[in-house]
């Protein structure tokens, strides 16, 4: 039985009755990312405006009396609505489909039908799978590649047959019915029962589908194809828009080719100059940054290997600086006989360090300035380095530091 979502795609409230209403568990992805289980209600009802996730297509959201409906599958012949409110058996309801999202799937679900139907038309370009994403919608095509012109080609025609105002219909054939031989479609659910549910687009598409869908190509208004890329297994992946979702993406697109305009100076048609001028720039200045870092980095080391505390622990920490900037220190000056503790970040803040020196004194000592400074890092001979979230502790790493040299020299 095909429920009144399929039979009237167009329908946004209607009344029903409660069949049943059971104990169900709803795995949800929580604000933080992390799976969350949720406890309420499967309702059955006697039918049902709310499209079952199936098809490639996602469920409808929506209320039964004013009841928010979080997930709605397909069991069999029924649908469970997820609620976390009970509904008594044989209780008259309403039920109201959240009429953006519904008319959004159904736009980009005939949008998939016709672009399907066209790349096979005109390339032979078969479609082996599809996904109605959140922003976007993209079809797997069975080739390992699809040139710029099939896109353009497939792009204009379908938007001629939207022009066209094509009709869209739904019917339903039994098992044996000579006509499901002449239907496009990929197998049916283990679980189907009844009727097979074809839409057709007029002198286009028949395909097997349990989706919602316009009843006319017209109310696609128009479908933008966004590229193509190269997907698994030798497959094509074909990225687009339909209707609504084409107006929102250019809307968008102006908003930022506006902040774009205020922030280069220039006209949108020079914007892609403008960034590559200041893209060059940028590098300039970071190759003559970099340059100008190495030879502070050298005259530093100089400085340190005459400091009067060479021969024990030399410290330096710099606000501006890099794991290279340390490293070209330490190389420049050597520290064999020196324990180096060399910071680079915010004084209180997160920032880098490095510690070199004897090797048996840095493998012992580098676990414990980690510590200190809440990091992490890796070193092998002599040379130990790592990131740290607490450099207001360099003071105390210091300390531990004249507290092993001089412990050393007085076992010496």
């Known amino acids: 039985m095909a429920f009144r979502c399929q039979r009237d795609s167009y329908a946004r409230e209607f009344t029903t009755t409660v069949v049943s209403c059971s104990p169900a568990e709803l795995q949800t992805e929580g604000s933080n990312g992390k799976k969350e289980v949720l406890s309420g209600f499967h309702v059955v009802l006697e039918d049902t405006l709310l499209f079952p996730e199936g098809g490639g297509q996602p469920d409808d959201h929506g209320t039964i009396n004013d009841i928010s409906v979080l997930r709605v599958t397909r069991r069999g012949a029924q649908a469970d609505h997820f609620t976390q409110t009970p509904l008594t058996p044989g209780t008259e309801v309403q039920v109201r489909v959240d009429w953006e999202r519904r008319f959004d799937h159904m736009q980009q679900h005939s949008g998939q039908h016709l672009i399907t139907a066209v790349a096979d038309h005109l390339f032979g370009l078969k479609t082996t799978s599809w996904e109605l994403g959140r922003l976007r919608s993209v079809i797997e095509l069975d080739s390992p590649s699809v040139t710029a012109e099939q896109v353009a080609a497939i792009e204009q025609s379908v938007n001629e047959k939207i022009r066209d105002r094509l009709p869209v219909y739904v019917r339903e054939l039994s098992l044996d019915d000579p006509g499901v031989e ?45 590229g193509s890329e190269k997907g698994k297994k030798n497959k094509t992946n074909v990225t687009f828009l339909a209707g609504n979702r084409v107006l929102k993406w250019m809307e968008k697109s102006h908003s930022t080719e506006k902040a774009l305009t205020a922030l280069l100076k220039c006209g949108a048609e020079d914007h892609v100059e403008a960034v590559k001028k200041l893209q060059n720039s940028s590098k300039l200045l970071q190759k003559n940054n970099l340059n100008l870092l190495r030879d502070l980095a050298v005259h530093v080391a100089h400085s340190l290997r005459n400091s009067p505390d060479w021969g024990g622990v030399v410290t330096l920490h710099r606000k501006e600086g890099d794991s290279e900037f340390m490293n070209i220190i330490a190389n420049e000056i050597g520290s064999e006989e020196t324990l180096l503790f060399l910071t680079v970040g915010e004084e209180k803040g997160a920032g880098l360090f490095l510690l070199a020196g004897p090797a048996e004194a840095v493998e012992t000592l580098a676990p414990r300035v980690a510590e200190v400074l809440e990091g992490k890092g890796a070193g092998k001979k002599g040379r130990f380095q790592g990131k740290a979230t607490k450099m207001s502790r360099r003071a105390e790493v210091q300390a531990l530091l004249q507290d092993y040299v001089s412990t050393q020299r007085a076992e010496e």
């Open 182 to 226: 002449q239907v496009r479609g990929r197998g049916l659910p283990d679980d189907h029962a009844g009727p097979i549910r074809v839409v057709t687009i007029k002198s286009v598409d028949s395909n097997m589908c349990c989706g919602t869908h316009v009843s006319n190509l017209s109310d696609l208004q128009v479908i933008k194809i966004l």
